[in-house]
């Protein structure tokens, strides 16, 4: 897992972990289960201090996203953390803004893009399931 932390933003260093961790976990590259590097070996992997790891962890544990198990370690938690599903929205809103826009400066109206995105999604389900093939 690489986390990227800078000095430059004004973003305390334990807030730039909580939000890359859950970003990672909203985008599915950490799955329930999966433990979180040990706070000392993050520190190092960072570069800061651990008390600053110790910090992010707490915070992703009172969120719901994490779970300590007493001296097992940090993993991401098996409740599907609404918090998650509130990241997994925000990435595709984005996504979606993104979209929308690069459509608008195209000259496509939104129903272009939603028909599009029909189709795409019907070739995908085929794509990934042969019984939908079309006939």
């Known amino acids: 897992m690489q986390l990227h932390i800078t000095t430059s933003d004004g973003v305390p260093i334990y807030l ?19 433990e979180l590097p040990p706070i000392r070996a993050m520190a190092e992997q960072l570069v800061v201090n651990p008390n600053t790891v110790a910090r992010a962890y707490r915070e992703l544990e009172l969120a719901g996203v994490v779970e300590k198990r007493r001296t097992a370690g940090t993993y991401i938690s098996s409740g ?18 993104a979209l929308l826009t690069d459509a608008q400066q195209m000259s496509f109206s939104t129903d272009e893009v939603i028909h599009m995105i029909h189709d795409r999604a019907d070739n995908l389900k085929t794509a990934t399931d042969p019984s939908k093939e079309k006939r």
């Open 80 to 97: 599907g953390s609404p918090l998650a599903r509130g990241e997994q929205e925000r990435i595709l809103t984005e996504r979606i803004d």
């Open 16 to 34: 730039q972990i909580v939000n890359q961790i859950k970003y990672l976990v909203a985008s599915g590259r950490l799955a329930t289960g999966d």
